[in-house]
């Protein structure tokens, strides 16, 4: 309800899809909702901790200060990604959000260290705790503050996609699970002489390596370069494959320049009967389909085939046929007959997409198929180009 009306009021018209400029006000009022969100907890901790001498509750209320400063590397990079393209960076600045991304798990993973430093102090050289009823209760209330951000994070990460959102979200959920920890050790070092202020402190330093951690797995997978959406991939093919005069599509390349920004490769077959200015009007036509549809930057390269060819017909067929029978994964382009000097057929060449990590040598697939070839004509070689399928 509350992040319904918090996202109706900052970011209205949401709901009806979002535009770009949609997109970067979202995070930024997710952004800026952490950031006084944080600060109050930050407020309400740290004086629990004077009262009560916790180095867990000190922790914890640090750990949500980092928070607070990561709304305010999110908000800086929803602001810095929105930024158009300029001389240096012809691309745009998506990427910045990443980068964001990033810094917010470096801090996270820097606060567990340090906390796990004074944690392990603290189990050897316990401190007293003070801790009365209403300090637990106004402690443990934190958790609902918490408990709410989380959802909040998670839906709008949802709504705009975002893994910087995404990882305040699950960074919210484990600080409610360490909130938890400490107000449970507060309560028991009301009855025990035991260091539960230090486990606690161990476990919440722990938690928060854990969360930064994983944050940062995630986002070095972005910076590097990971498959591209497989819905994405499919709407981009169904696009294309609409387009008249466009027969296939194969080759795919799409770089990820943020969210909502993708430049894409592809190869299309296209007649080679007509003429280049036809070609070229045909390859524009499926780019500005593409551009209309999704936030895709398209650039064809056209692969021209005989398609009215009786022999060209007749020989496709048998190889494509023979490819479905060993694998029907083996996608076959850019085919080719290869005639000797009396004008006889000889080889066949063509490029064949393979799987990722293919469980057969390139040598292998060949010698295969050129076996299974041999029924129609002795002899016949086929010249293949593979490549390697990541989508």
């Not at 979202?26 to 009262?51: D, E, Q, R």
């Not at 194969?250 to 320049?257: P, V």
Request: hydrophobic share 45%; charged share 15%.
């Amino acid at each position: 309800m509350l992040s319904s009306l918090i996202l109706k009021l900052f970011v209205p018209g949401s709901k009806n899809g979002l535009t770009p400029s949609l997109r970067v006000r979202c995070g930024i009022v997710s952004g800026i909702t952490g950031i006084v969100c944080n600060i109050v907890l930050v407020i309400i901790k740290l004086t629990l901790a004077a009262f009560t001498g916790s180095i867990a509750v000190a922790a914890d209320a640090v750990n949500n200060l980092s928070d607070a400063g990561s709304g305010v590397i999110t908000v800086a990079g929803f602001r810095l990604s929105s930024q158009p393209p300029d001389a240096e960076h012809p691309f745009g600045h998506g990427r910045t959000e990443y980068i964001a991304a990033l810094i917010v798990a470096l801090l996270i993973v820097g606060l567990g260290i340090s906390f796990l430093k004074d944690s392990v102090v603290a189990l050897f050289r316990p401190s007293p705790i003070a801790a009365n009823n209403l300090t637990i209760i106004i402690f443990c209330a934190t958790i609902i503050i918490k408990c709410w951000m989380f959802f909040f994070f998670r839906k709008v990460a949802k709504l705009i996609n975002s893994e910087v959102i995404k990882a305040a979200a699950y960074d919210s959920l484990s600080d409610c699970l360490g909130t938890g920890v400490v107000a449970g050790s507060l309560i028991c070092s009301r009855y025990t002489a035991f260091p539960v202020d230090g486990c606690a402190g161990l476990i919440v330093a722990l938690m928060i390596l854990w969360a930064g951690g994983n944050v940062l797995k995630e986002t070095f997978s972005k910076l590097l370069g990971e498959p591209p959406d497989h819905e994405l991939v499919e709407k981009i093919k169904s696009t294309i494959l609409a387009s008249p005069g466009i027969d296939g599509v194969h080759d795919i390349m799409i770089h990820n320049y943020g969210e909502n920004s993708y430049f894409v490769t592809a190869h299309a077959e296209i007649s080679s009967n007509g003429d280049r200015f036809s070609a070229h009007d045909i390859l524009e036509s499926a780019e500005v389909a593409v551009a209309k549809a999704m936030p895709v930057h398209l650039l064809l390269h056209g692969d021209p085939y005989n398609k009215e060819n009786p022999e060209v017909i007749l020989w496709r067929s048998r190889m494509e046929n023979t490819l479905s029978g060993f694998d029907s994964q083996l996608k076959l382009y850019d085919f080719r007959l290869k005639k000797d000097d009396n004008g006889q057929l000889a080889a066949i060449s063509f490029h064949l997409l393979i799987p990722h990590k293919y469980a057969m040598s390139e040598s292998e697939i060949t010698a295969e198929l050129e076996q299974r070839m041999s029924e129609f004509q002795n002899g016949l070689k086929l010249h293949i180009r593979f490549i390697n399928s990541f989508i």
